[in-house]
């Protein structure tokens, strides 16, 4: 699964509505079947890039329910969790996506859902624990 897209891409009126019908679409789908994983995936993303946050976060816990030892359902909890403000949360999913193996740093550092949380106090831990996990493998 991809890393969510830009959240704060602005969509025009055309992929806005086109994107309104691919989520109901995918709302169908996932109604149907809860634990289809990959359009869970794909519903969470839309509700993103949608900037539904709420309802991507909800999307999120459950592929985390579905995929516990999952890093990159990890990491895009972490992502939901900072678009809604939940920073701690977002610091404890981080670092579980880190300890499940998201190696992705470059991205981590410039991804847009997580610019408000790279504020916080506490993401200094993560990059502290990014630096270590960059010692040991080089």
Not at 33 to 45: M, R, S, T
Not at 72 to 94: D, E, F, M
Request: hydrophobic content about 35%; overall charge positive; some cysteine.
């Amino acid at each position: 699964m991809p890393e969510k897209s830009c959240a704060r891409k602005k969509l025009s009126r055309e992929e806005e509505k086109e994107l309104d019908v691919k989520i109901g679409f995918m709302e169908g789908v996932v109604k149907r079947d809860p634990a289809f994983v990959e359009a869970l995936q794909i519903l969470g993303d839309d509700y993103t890039r949608r900037g539904k946050y709420v309802a991507g976060l909800k999307v999120d816990e459950q592929l985390s329910q579905l995929r516990p030892d999952d890093a990159l359902v990890k990491y895009n909890l972490a992502c939901s969790y900072s678009l809604t403000g939940n920073y701690n949360q977002a610091i404890a999913a981080l670092e579980k996506a880190l300890t499940l193996g998201y190696r992705d740093f470059r991205w981590l550092a410039r991804d847009p859902d997580l610019s408000d949380l790279r504020l916080h106090p506490l993401y200094k831990n993560i990059r502290a624990k990014v630096r270590r996990m960059k010692a040991k493998k080089g």
